[in-house]
């Protein structure tokens, strides 16, 4: 029985409802690599652990969260370190010292008793790897190309470290950008790459004119539960405590939370539980309504809700930000979805320039970067928050503020 997760990553049985999803990738690896995207807490770890937990026949995978990463030599030290440290990999890693000045002395001189932390010290105090990533990469890429198993490297929140990377050196971005995308499509190369993003690698991209040096993904946008899924999740978890909801109530828990987003449908529940366990009684409508507004809305997820704010002004630069803000403010007061013409009109207002063919066409641009990074989604020509939770926090703290 699955229980709800809410500070730490679901594994095994927690992992619920994403069995056909990780049967596609297993399918699309045999042929392609993967990006996978989504904002933070819809599962996007949780699947990238589940690939590292129960790999297929044929693979051995990797994890390495790359977030705090703000160089490529980095990048290389932590790719190195954890291959080292591997007992499968270590020995094709360790065939780089034959042509290599000092590798065969650092790696004869590793204590075997090291960790993973230790490694990283040593590479970059004690190697030229942070200095000549890009030779230690195309080499330890050649050597693991036909590895049996062959290595299935998942590298988690890639885009945020591109963009940390660019805005320190973005000629260094480049080239990490162009050598990862060589390897990826290297001739008879057996090497698998998943690649996960909680903010929109394609936007990062296309703000830096490299969206080709990502061309060759197969991208899977990981989207909400379906509702029959979320239906069973809900009784599962509701059965894993031995309470046999009633039907409508489960109903009203599906109602409110809108697009069921796993976590803001295990946080809700876990509050359910939480309360129904503090006051000793049958739940109720009154119950579940709490737990929806104090806790879901106003307690744990607000963390999660403020980093959808927050990278607004990290990820849309300049008085993009300004017009995000704007648009994301009148939606979120709307009762229903709002027309292209009167976003435009905001558009227009908050950027002051008179309507012309190029403000359409950025005006467009804005409303599919809003979409692509899971504010927004766009039916009919009319626009609205893609989770309904959002849009109830962005009413609540920003709906009203004029931006």
Do not use: C
């Not at 980095?74 to 000092?102: C, N, P, Y």
């Not at 995308?181 to 290297?186: L, W």
Request: charge should be negative.
């Amino acid at each position: 029985m699955p229980k709800p997760v809410i500070g730490g990553v679901p594994r095994g049985e927690d992992l619920f409802g994403r069995e056909e999803l990780i049967e596609n990738l297993w399918e699309r690896l045999e042929r392609d690599n993967v990006l996978l995207v989504a904002p933070r807490r819809f599962g996007k770890t949780g699947i990238m652990y589940h690939l590292l937990d129960y790999p297929q026949e044929g693979f051995r995978p990797i994890f390495i969260n790359v977030e705090h990463i703000l160089t490529a030599g980095d990048f290389m030290v932590e790719l190195m370190a954890i291959l080292l440290r591997d007992h499968h990999f270590a020995r094709a890693v360790s065939s780089l010292w034959q042509g290599t000045k000092g590798f065969g002395r650092f790696l004869q001189n590793l204590p075997s008793s090291i960790d993973l932390g230790g490694i990283k010290v040593e590479l970059r105090e004690k190697t030229d790897v942070p200095e000549k990533w890009i030779s230690y990469g195309e080499r330890v890429m050649s050597l693991l190309s036909k590895e049996e198993p062959r290595l299935l490297l998942l590298l988690d929140e890639f885009a945020v470290m591109i963009d940390s990377i660019s805005k320190r050196d973005s000629e260094e971005a480049k080239r990490l950008l162009h050598w990862f995308r060589s390897a990826r499509i290297a001739p008879d190369t057996g090497t698998r790459f998943v690649i996960g993003g909680s903010i929109n690698l394609i936007s990062t991209l296309d703000a830096m004119r490299l969206v080709d040096t990502v061309n060759d993904l197969s991208v899977e946008r990981l989207q909400p539960f379906a509702l029959e899924t979320a239906a069973a999740y809900v009784k599962a978890i509701f059965a894993s405590r031995d309470i046999d909801l009633d039907s409508e109530l489960a109903d009203s828990i599906l109602e409110l939370v809108g697009e069921p987003v796993p976590y803001f449908l295990a946080v809700l529940l876990m509050a359910i539980l939480d309360r129904q366990r503090a006051i000793g009684s049958p739940i109720s409508a009154d119950t579940i309504k709490a737990a929806f507004e104090e806790d879901l809305l106003g307690g744990a997820t607000s963390v999660v809700f403020q980093h959808y704010r927050s990278r607004i002004d990290q990820y849309y630069p300049g008085r993009e930000a300004q017009v995000a803000r704007a648009i994301l403010g009148m939606l979120s007061r709307a009762g229903r979805p709002v027309q292209h013409d009167t976003l435009y009109h905001i558009f227009l207002q908050t950027y002051r320039k008179p309507p012309s063919p190029q403000a359409n066409d950025e005006f467009i641009q804005l409303m599919k970067k809003l979409d692509n990074d899971f504010y927004i989604v766009s039916r009919d020509g009319a626009y609205d928050f893609f989770s309904r939770v959002l849009k109830l926090w962005w009413k609540t703290h920003y709906g009203f503020q004029g931006e």
